[in-house]
């Protein structure tokens, strides 16, 4: 696949041009080549760093988690115990996230159970109310 322009890359990996250009400036891609007009040219190892940046991103990495992980491909002295260890991390970052939104919808759910739900005015709708404080109701 060497030889892929910016708009086959994008194409061929699902994302768009001015991603891959983002990607360039922010180093998850070597600079291409250039043709004699200026258009990029890209080659076969851009694809595979495009797809394993959206795979990670997936997986709920962030940008500069997924630079510390390319750092570590590009360290010949790294081990997968570096890489389990980030993705053990990340794993505790989604469980706390977790908890969180539990929290948050059985508290919305308890105000969605109070709330009258019918016609009343605003004023006497306890979700409101509870948002502006004035509920007495706890979430």
Known sequence: ??????????????VGA??????ERSGFLPPPDRMPSGYRVYGGDAQKRVRFI????????????????FSLTDDPDADCASVNARARAKLAEINE???????????LERLSDYCPADEHPLTECSIINYLYGKSGLSA
Not at 18 to 23: G, Q, S, W
Not at 54 to 69: M, P, R, V
């Open 1 to 14: 696949m060497a030889g892929m322009t910016i708009g086959k890359l994008a194409k061929s990996t699902g």
């Open 18 to 23: 001015e991603t891959i250009r983002y990607y």
């Open 54 to 69: 959206k795979e990670a991103q997936a997986l709920g990495f962030t940008l500069n988690e997924i630079k510390e992980l």
């Open 97 to 107: 996230k977790l908890r969180k939104l539990k929290l948050m919808k059985k508290s």
